[in-house]
């Protein structure tokens, strides 16, 4: 058989009679900029996630970054994050000429380690940036709580795990700012780029609006600086839709994640799933060492793998001068050279999965 | 004159196409002089960054780079047209999202085969502008006609980007700037738009000053 890493085909084929509708609307009623299914989608997943407000915008990274823009982040503000994630979650920051401080992760769950943020913290902090890595949330109470105690906005960059719950409340409403992607690969993706940032703070979303559309207050006139930062209509309809199937899918992955971990347990490390929250699983991450012959074990018997993320951001040239380090960040780099992620969707079979497990077991020697 | 130590490029802008009547233009140097602001960043050391986005197509000619800003498509610059004029083509400047096959790709692709098409019925409209501009006097009434007759406007740009409340910068030198600012008002255009229509469009200010 041969094996998708993240099978979208399969997906588009379940969904093709809806996406492809869709589409096609939008290609008839020409509005190919903030037309109807824009606002239909913010309307929608506001809804689904509980928060009064859905934005969406050009990418997950333009969420992040307009998400900045809002709070008026500027150069010498600190952003406290992890090193442990995409680049964009850095690359903001940066690009506001703010200081990304990177705190370590949990070497079990590799989200941020919320016991040492604390210690980060200077006059200069102006939030907190935790990423739900892999699709689970991040310990979002001790966060918000830490926070609060310093005056401080968290921005979860929820960018793997939209559908993913915490202590019952969806991820993207579980603190000030959620901002998620639709990256075709991601739990709930587009065709192309696309995001959305999600906040109940009526002063923020205002904002986040006039940014996005390069900071108009109304029409030719611009009273903040902003970005061309608009999701286009026509990835709006795709996410439309694909969003009758969007509950079925999480289910899925929760249930072939767990199954996951039942075939791996006692023989393979995987990362941790705490009890209070769910995982969308973005990513179905294990931790081996030797990654380099495993991958390549498993790429000869047709089993495709991929390493999210090798090099941590303060080990990126471009921010190793940019990012200030709180403390250590060891977790950071042993997990950088152990993470291994394995084919996962929510189409992926229970003969399929059985197979990978079994040769990822043999791989391993185990 | 605008030059300093801390200048890093000059950016210019084809906006619409030259001035016809230059007779409005009195004492404004030719804006779109390329050779000349070539040679003034030249002097200087200084790249020139030509923001094409009205004016896919354009070509330049000289030594110094230019590069293309931004190509036409539905998800971003869906009014563009390419100018007129041409000068020797240079290397596209790729995208904030530079996903080489993504869906927006697909569409300016479908387009490209009529291209040529609608760039010679520009030329027959007398346009082939993203924008065909005039310059009135009295524009609040001007609009009110236009639009009293079924014909659609656009103003591009009422508010020049000095006097932004995110820019807010006065100063000398830019009083032509001000006065385009309360003039321009921009007309149906499109290769698509018939005779008739564009004729219609003429008619409609001769009508409604009458």
Redesign the interface.
Known sequence: MTIQFIDLKAQYQALKSSIDARIQQVLDHGQ??MGPEVAELEAKLAEYTGARHCITV??GTEALLIALMALDVKPGDEIITTPFTFVATAEVIALLGATPVFVDIEPDTCNVDASKIEAAITPRTRAIMPVSLYGQPADMDEINTIAARHGLTVIEDAAQSFGAEYKGEQSCNLSTIGCTSFFPSKPLGC???GGAIFTSDDHLARAMREIRVH?Q?RR???????V?GRM?T??CAVVLGKLERFEWEVEQRLRIGTRYNELFAGKVSTVTQRPDRTSVFAQYTVFVENREQVQDKLKAIGVPTAVHYPIPLHRQSAYAALGRISGKVSSSEVMAGRVMSLPMSADLSRQEQEHIVQLVIEALGR | MALTPRSGAVMSAYLYGPPDDMDDMDDMDDMDDMDDMDDIAAKHGLPVIEDACQSFGAVYLGRKRCKLLTVGC???C?ARNPRPRTRKALLPHRRR?P?GH???CVIVLAKLHRFDWEVECGKGLGAGYAQYTVFVENREKMLEVFKNAGVPTA?H???SLHR????KTEGPGLAHTARAAARVVSLPVGADLATTGQRRVVVVPKEGIA
């Open positions: 190919y900029i050009a990418s065709y192309g780029d900071g207050e030719y006139v611009h009273t903040r600086i902003g061309g286009d026509l990835q | 539905y998800g971003d869906h999202r996903h993504s869906t927006q103003v740009c009422p508010a932004q409340p995110a820019n």
